[in-house]
């Protein structure tokens, strides 16, 4: 609630249209939205297409049903992230037409409004896959492109130098690597897009469950790489897509 | 190198216009400039006007001079950073038109050129401000506006709300904290805005030189949030800065 | 055993009242009873109503009733913490008046002692429900009154706020966090109770079990705040009812 | 604000009393005092006597004389926290009145309003001093009692046994400790008051900067014990004076 | 093999005893036996009643079978620590007198050869306890006395100080303790004999798998106080052993 | 692609033996085998018996039966590395002259050339077995002659002293250990030739899954020591090979 | 204060002999001398000639002045560890007698009364030389001998095998070795004697101040090897004097 | 000393050519420089060139020009590493032939016997010169061939593609990496040749002294790289010129 609503509201009082009562329910709800809350992503998810996300561990089957149900009525898509299969067969009997992405582990509900805007997603290996389809699946669910570019680690270099133009062309590239950190900074220092770094936790020994690719990217010499956290797929994708809307919508 | 400059290239070979042995020369220098390496930093410089920068660290103030007034050929401003005033001061003996930026710990030559786009640089108290002022300069090097919103950490939280205009009209937040790395999580609620997460070696006891607003920003619940290196403000400034770059562009 | 105690002791013996057999028999086992061992608690569960606590791990359910039948001998209310229900069944066929307090993992017997005084247990996500309960639980069998604020992460910071007036007539805080460790600092900030944090184990990456949390909490701003292990439930909700039982005392 | 407040100011808008100009300033200032940032600590500093604190690293003696002033005129005592006697010669300079706590690195303006309640410090060795300290004298500055029981360390604790009176007295303990991060378990288990722990970072080898002390108390199997961040004096005195004040308000 | 032995050896060869080929067959075999190795130990076992011990983990039930038959031919008793009774009952099908000494995870064959000397195992809780045997059942099989003093946390202080007799009368005391590291420190300092700490990995949270207790232990100020590896209940065994053999040795 | 290929490509070209979309297409692939990706793996694999290798976490059966067909075409032997005996039966069931080799868990496909030269493996204890085995299994299929020389630990130096010539002849030597790191340090400081060690997660306490053996190993006195990741048998086994293919190669 | 002491102060109390205020006195003081407080340890210094010991850090030159005078009254040596030369010369000028012992930074006063037994100190390298240095010196103030077997790395382990007579006749062998954490396993496993290992903070890089040379020592595979904290000297010493006395005792 | 040293010895004594007592001493000296000991490296030296190497920390100015004349006796070449210039200066008064190698910090004596084969040294970034200069002296100091192929970081890697021959023809590459680790997987996937990574602690925030670089070349996914100790350029540049004395030598 900016300044100007403020006042609105208060000449609204000050004239008599609206009570003090009415006027302090709307005050005590109201000011909050400012604070980043549920009830302004409601309106962004409607103005932006921009999808309701669940973090599914610690939630019942049922608890996931009620709130992907609610959260469907106001939103185009909603998706419910850390979704097992098992998770996804309790949900589909209640909410027959969740779709389930594998390897991504979302449960996906609706149809996304197509938006302008791309993003790559480049992944090193196999086993980062699921990460790098949590990254893919939820910046589709904002209804903006996503071009994968998976298994071009270090031994496959040369297929990522025929992706060039797929990179400098999308507004933000997640990049998807576990034992190979080191990929964040050579994407970082091929093109002049922004990259998202993101850890995994594949890998063994003195990977440490991903702090050595986490070390590595946060220590990129290349100029625009973020980082988010290992296995950190959704929050890749959704700052991605961010900036895709952003730049299109400017 | 892109393959129509590729093929261009070939065939002035074949119409005899290229000889083998010139056409071998180029061939080795340029395919690397697709690298990301100097040259098209050059190229990039030129077109955009984002500076040339120069990490102090390890240098002589000879090796600075040297550089600074080659790389400034070429680019309206270059930075050096991490540059103690020790170091300004035998480098402004050379380059007298050098200024130092206090307490970014910055030289600068040139005069940017100024560019649409504006981000914000969010600090949370007075000893982050070397990191903040940091950042801030980095995105002011590349012609950007750059507005400070200096000093709201918890017990300033008021302050940061009469600032959520701004924040909102930024193409990008650089949130600078170190013992409260909360900071960043607020802010990233708050607003709609890319932030970039800057964890600052501030602190003692289990702060561990940064290392717990590091994994604080990391784990951060808000979306819309990525982190870079402890104390790198020159790497979030560059990142806030190449997102107002593209959303400008676009 | 104070020092007056001691010279009544003393003078018993001097004047024959008291052999020096059994006086030593005394000495030996009540001079440690000041030291705090498991007769002194016995003595204050007594007088004020707190309950005795067994914590479960690495004990058999035979240890486990033997235990809770004989300390409810001396205290209204006995609780097992970290039980699951297997051992609840166990020990329920030889002590069925035991109830299951789950999620909070509890195994209890007895009917508290109603005492003034309430405490609240703030927590962030669904997942930090067994760490919350297990705290609110605790407080419970104290008698005194408990207020669940559950569900007022970064995204729900306006539900919290509803909360004011429970927080502030509270005589501390308890608040559960996992990815979101920066909740306690918000709390710290909003209100003038005493806070204790309990980071939790919950999350993913970089969260590194709770460590991310605990070093937030540690490095909290916000004055007022104190921090026990990670998912250590019972010791916040026990520390939180002593603070209730020691202001409603005096 | 609460809401008593509000509605108040609503209806003196409703009424004409009050324009909806000056509404919406005041609403633009107050609602942020419940977020209990430094207005509202003026209130509780004028009401309770408690000290208005300020930071020192990362500040100029300028900023922290402006500061000292500004504060000093709402509160009966302010305080500056890990202050070099270098710096306190500065602000001597400008504020004569202000004294010097050493070992403790305070500086300190004003004369406490005497209040009930006291509280103890505890500490194990020589250079565990300046900690407690710093504790002991923040606790002061609330107008509370602080007993001193220095030098208990695990070879001292028949002397620590010599004061059990006054930590049953006590509102609440602070144990500070480095290498004897036991000493916290050990008071924690000998009397039922609550103990807050200070690791400090005096030890060598594998204390690893208080690391060891932090675990340790955080392990503490004695409950009633919670724990502040490493070396923080200043927390654990504030949160002692906090406990004080609460037990002898209600 | 000491110098003695060499010079008889060399003199067999001078005077013609032994041929050149068979003192090099020895001198190859031999010298190695002052370098601690396996043969040497036989002579020890054979010559002190010190058992002859086998790490189960990673060795298939017919290795173990094989090396406790050959082993147990030169030693009174042979033992295998780590061992699950899985492979107990595997063992026990071939080698029919082995006996399994749970919850201390040792097979054991063999009746030690009764030996002059005592030590005490002390441990905290319950959980401690399969650590706390493997070091007592370990120096059982030397034949010495071992007097366990179990469940003496800091809430059982009072108990350990009725064992002080105990305690000054072992030649060394094996304190097992894992959340109650400083255990170890208030043995060593209550009594003058040797102190061998065991960390355990029982714990949760910010124990980190026996690390807190660890550290602890390593800073105990308490002299006299030596650690092993967490867990090591065989290796703290074995040197408390040791001790006691080298005492009445002498 | 050297810069004599190179050339004669752009020969062809200018002579019109090759048109510039044929060279293009040659360019775009040739360059990056430069680069060190798997079509020079290819030629080095055919030219000097080196193996292919599939790293199998994270991939199906059918993705490795169909990668191992297409790579056996080209290469004498293929292995896939870190492969289950349930993931071998069913690559079995399409690949039927696959083998297993246990306890290296590789599977191998093939027949390798001979190759002179030869490398020793050496491992500290028998739950080091599976790490050394990859070691020396990836070494064989290059073709190479494989010393092991197993259970030499600190217990069985004189065993290893046994083998002092095989070492001495060996190209190079891998060191395999885990609680005893030092077996490295001890190798290196015997003999003259290039040491390799492997930590592995074997172990318990404060081993913390090899980390203490890494740090051992890297902490050397030893000169002539170099550490690969914990548990990397295959990285040290296919060093070790290529030093002995250079030193017979020159 | 043993229950036979309790007994007769008891009785004498009975009897009139003591009076129960001067009993009351006693029992305050006494009952505590039980549990290793410095009293106690002044009885155990005149008995044993064992030394009494400062610690010098956060202390001053006064307090250290005064507390050598106190304590040379009642114990032959009295020795202040971790003195640099600066405090030694202040400590020189009122305390003439005072001698340093460099580089083992002890400050000692007095004559030890020679007592039977010896053991050994064991150190790696030059730079290891003062932590060595402070466990000889700290032995010899009892009055023992202590044999120094200095420089025997890796680089020189035949040297320390031509001292194999000294290792097994002493009661101890304490090891002191920073980069070459392995020594205290390999002296483990050359003599059956105890060894205690001092890991030292000396090294770089991965050494991590110590922490890999004590992870290597808790690894040791050897068995009677036990560990104190990184760089303490002094405990080494004095367990291993404690040893000694034991053996000789008994 | 080998088996057929020893039948020559043995059958001395057999024949009476050489007593007993002094085949005894003979034996208590040689068996051991089978160990890996300083007489052994004399022997090599001579016979390969190789410099004696002393690791001047913690030694004296007199000790280190002592040691240097020593075993310039013996070997053509000794160096001093870690030698600042103060310590250059003080030696260059006892040994005026000692030059200065600067940045690497060594102290050279003496002049190299020129040996056939190459090493390269690649370096990322002028702060790493001084371990990558350690690293190629070391390797000179051999009489091998060194080629420098410095600053080619991430934003220079066509300058490090130009040197693919002299990367190629070496024995071995020393790669040389503080905050960008990933360039020994850069190297390693490149070219054929054996890479020694050397992890620098140059850097700052997350990189951790070196730790971050340390994990990255640790967890590198390019095959035939090995790492040593953070800034051990020394031990590199031995590895290296080891690896190039071997190949050269077969």
């Given at each position: ?6 006042r ?14 009415e ?10 939205e ?20 669940v ?34 067969e ?33 992944s ?83 990977s ?17 790489v ?25």
């Amino acid at each position: 609630m900016d300044q100007a609503s403020l006042r609105t509201l208060l000449e609204a009082v000050a004239s008599g249209q609206l009570s003090a009562t009415e006027a302090l329910r709307r005050l005590r709800d109201l000011p909050f939205e400012d604070l980043g809350h549920t009830k302004v992503d409601h309106h962004r998810a409607l103005r932006t297409g921009f999808p309701e996300v669940v973090f599914s561990p610690g939630k019942t089957s049922e608890q996931i049903c009620e709130i992907l149900a609610s959260l469907h009525a106001q939103a185009p898509v909603v998706i419910a992230t850390r979704a097992d299969r098992e998770l996804y067969e309790a949900v589909c009997r209640q909410v027959p037409e969740a779709e389930y992405r594998d390897p991504a582990r979302i449960i996906w509900v609706g149809q996304p409004v197509p938006a302008p805007g791309q993003v790559a997603v480049v992944s090193a290996g196999t086993s980062d896959l699921p990460v790098a389809e949590e990254a893919a699946v939820t910046a589709e669910a904002t209804g903006i492109t996503v071009h994968r570019v998976y298994d071009v680690g270090v031994a496959g270099l040369h297929r990522l130098l025929n992706y060039l133009e797929v990179l400098r062309d999308s507004a933000a590239i997640v990049v998807v690597a576990g034992m190979e950190g080191a990929l964040a900074s050579v994407v970082g220092g091929l093109v002049d897009t922004p990259v998202i770094g993101v850890p995994t936790s594949i890998g063994y020994g003195a990977s440490f469950h991903g702090l050595a690719a986490l070390l590595g990217m946060l220590n990129s010499c290349a100029t625009g790489v973020a980082v988010v956290n290992i296995d950190n797929g959704f929050g890749a994708g959704y700052f991605a897509a961010l900036l895709a809307a952003r730049q299109t919508r400017s």
